[in-house]
């Protein structure tokens, strides 16, 4: 007889999934460091791509996107507040729990998101290449997209704390506008928006974890 196979649960495959994550960002990044023709050929795809995006976009749509790439700490405020206001109206414990996480998650993805900035120290791509349409104001480095980032880290807490499907697929929709908005408005490389989405969906998720850890040890006491 076959040994009885053990039946992972959800969280240890997402354990299991961001382990490999990890293990391939580092394999990337050494790869990078001592073989510099996949840099550049890295960087040379991210340029081109970026510029398809920006050069061949729906102008019309600029104010559009404009506007979407300006609601990632105010969508995050709003259901943080309201979460909170609402766990409070009704007395209600757990709202108010969820809602210090959203507020815990956003906090920390700000933390996060300066020091890798500062650490990695990436110009924007508008200002090492001229023809690109520069649509937004921006003052920080590049790496990671810090929008998208947001976006990711709290929809992911969303995700997590809410099981209602229409909220999930409204909240990640409206993140991956946010991350398509810094490419069309030439704010970002390609490479930013897939570095602020794993980031992000890695911080969202470290939060969660750490949360629901400590609410088992607080209700064990």
């Not at 960087?43 to 609601?71: C, E, G, M, V, W």
């Not at 997590?160 to 697929?169: D, G, P, Q, S, Y």
């Not at 930013?192 to 850890?213: A, E, M, N, P, S």
Request: aromatic share 14%.
């Amino acid at each position: 007889m076959y040994p009885n196979k053990k039946h992972l649960t959800s969280s240890e495959k997402a354990n299991k999934l961001i382990i490999w994550v990890l293990l391939i960002i580092t394999s990337l990044t050494v790869i990078m460091i001592i073989w510099p023709p996949f840099y550049h050929a890295l960087h040379t795809y991210d340029i081109q791509a970026l510029k398809a995006i920006n050069s061949n976009r729906i102008r019309t749509l600029d104010p559009i996107f404009l506007f979407i790439t300006n609601t990632s700490s105010l969508v995050c405020i709003i259901i943080i507040a309201f979460t909170l206001l609402a766990g409070w109206v009704k007395r209600a414990k757990n709202l108010i729990l969820k809602g210090s996480q959203l507020l815990v998650t956003f906090l920390t993805s700000f933390i996060i998101i300066k020091a890798l900035k500062y650490l990695i120290g990436r110009n924007r791509p508008y200002i090492t290449y001229d023809f690109l349409d520069k649509l937004a104001q921006a003052e920080s480095l590049s790496f990671p997209s810090g929008h998208t980032f947001e976006a990711f880290a709290f929809s992911t807490a969303v995700a997590l704390l809410f099981k209602n499907l229409w909220i999930r697929i409204f909240i990640f929709t409206w993140a991956v506008l946010v991350g398509l908005s810094r490419m069309i408005l030439g704010m970002h490389y390609i490479s930013d928006v897939i570095g602020g989405i794993i980031f992000g969906l890695l911080t969202g998720y470290f939060v969660h974890i750490l949360y629901k850890q400590n609410t088992i040890s607080a209700n064990r006491m």
